[in-house]
């Protein structure tokens, strides 16, 4: 790999040994990938070794927190000195939300290991936004910003919608990342990767989020890992149906890049997105199709008798804590269920302020921010079956929780909150 002599000299210790390990770190890493360079970043995202469940794992018995950083961010079993962060570095979810621990089943000494991580962090320079969805609070690329970022809900939102550049970075590359501001040039950062590579006609009227949903979902499992360029969208999707979109195809297939002909910036035209390509495979997509999806999110649910509802994954926006308090006002959960909205942080404040909290505690709900059921590993305890107005949720939920889930829309979540029982289905 070719590198600068500001490279060089970070890798020949110069600037310290936390430095000096992160450039071996992702040099080891690009040559891997067969990246003949790297490129500057001011952007990164990531996750500290510092954040549960490491810490959990860890304690401080083994050198505190700058050890945790050396083997979980550097690959590194010696223990170096963390200094602060070279560029503009955000915190992505967490594995707890430490203002609804109890609710989460989380021990008190966890709790406080947690907070402990946090202040480490923050006093390393690294912005704690602990959400999947930092673009809705602040971290908002620019189109061909290069960045570095982690969470595939993420990567895939701001390569498609945004059009900053990224691959799927991991914990390592991004701690690395953070202190040189520095990632391997390949993948989604070289313009001809990113040109369209399956062409997708839409059959049908894709409006709700859950639609946008179920069409992503169907997207991934087809296209995997290669670069859909969807064409006849009606009405443009706004930042939720877009967020669901990209994290259902992030997750039934490892798409990390999309365009919709005529709405996303890199796809001004059909002709715009595939550039010198020519579409390996050309489907359609219509209600045969989305009942597919539909089923296959469903695959896991048997039992209609609901007892726990997750909303917010991606990480709920106001917008959708919003239309979720219209459908939730003046109604009472059943006393058999339980019902957890995620959402980042500072979007929680907002809630506060404008009494969305209120309608949602007062129906018996809970909001919380910086984790979620899935990641966290956090569901009430007991639960057996859930419902999830997201199809990335429907998809993890039971594989990492052993329980049922089905998935609909907002609406039937909140019926199923108050009946205890699903009724939701599509026509
Ligand atoms: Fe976010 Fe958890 Fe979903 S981290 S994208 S809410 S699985």
């Not at 500290?48 to 079993?77: H, I, K």
């Not at 947690?114 to 912005?127: M, P």
């Not at 003046?330 to 942080?345: H, V």
Request: charged residues 20%; aromatic residues 8%.
């Amino acid at each position: 790999m070719k590198l600068t002599d500001q490279e060089q000299a970070m890798l020949d210790g110069r600037d310290g040994k936390a430095k000096q390990k992160a450039m071996d770190l992702l040099v080891r890493y690009g040559e891997a990938l067969g990246a003949e360079r790297l490129v500057d970043t001011r952007n990164v995202c990531g996750t500290l070794g510092a954040s549960t469940p490491f810490l959990r794992q860890y304690g401080q018995s083994r050198g505190g927190l700058d050890a945790v950083f050396s083997e979980f961010n550097l690959d590194s079993t010696e223990v170096v000195e963390i200094p602060k962060v070279a560029v503009f570095s955000s915190h992505l979810q967490h594995g707890i939300d430490p203002e609804h621990a109890e609710r989460q089943g989380v021990p008190v000494e966890v709790v406080k290991l947690h907070r402990k991580g946090e202040a480490w962090a923050a006093g390393l320079g690294v912005q704690l936004l602990n959400t999947c969805a930092p673009y809705t609070v602040g971290n908002v690329p620019t189109r061909g910003e290069h960045c570095a970022w982690m969470e595939s809900s993420a990567v895939i939102y701001i390569n498609s919608v945004l059009g900053a550049r990224t691959n799927a970075e991991g914990r390592e590359s991004t701690g690395s990342a953070m202190l040189t501001g520095k990632i391997p040039y390949w993948g989604y950062h070289i313009e001809e990767n990113r040109l369209g590579t399956h062409l997708v006609e839409l059959d049908l009227d894709v409006q709700s989020t859950a639609d946008w949903g179920l069409l992503g979902y169907y997207i991934g499992e087809v296209v995997q890992d290669r670069v859909p360029v969807v064409t006849g969208v009606r009405e443009v999707p706004n930042l939720a149906r877009l967020k669901h979109f990209g994290a259902a195809a992030a997750s039934s297939g490892g798409v990390e890049m999309y365009h919709l002909a005529g709405i996303t910036p890199e796809a001004p035209s059909l002709e715009a997105a595939f550039g010198k390509n020519r579409p390996v495979e050309k489907f359609r997509y219509g209600r045969a199709e989305r009942r597919i999806a539909y089923e296959a999110a469903n695959v896991t649910a048997k039992s209609p008798n609901v007892d726990f509802i997750m909303l917010g994954c991606p990480h709920y926006t106001i917008e959708q804590i919003w239309e979720l308090c219209k459908l939730l006002e003046g109604k009472k959960l059943s006393p058999n269920t339980e019902m957890w909205i995620f959402t980042p942080r500072q979007t929680k404040h907002l809630a506060d302020q404008n009494g969305y909290t209120k309608i949602i505690t007062d129906a018996g709900a809970h909001l919380m921010s910086d984790t979620c059921s899935a990641m966290g590993r956090l569901i009430p305890k007991g639960a057996k079956v859930a419902a999830a107005d997201s199809v990335k949720q429907a998809h993890y939920l039971p594989a990492i929780m052993g329980i049922e889930c089905w998935f609909g829309t907002t609406a039937d979540c909140v019926d199923a909150a108050v009946s205890g029982r699903w009724s939701g289905g599509i026509d």
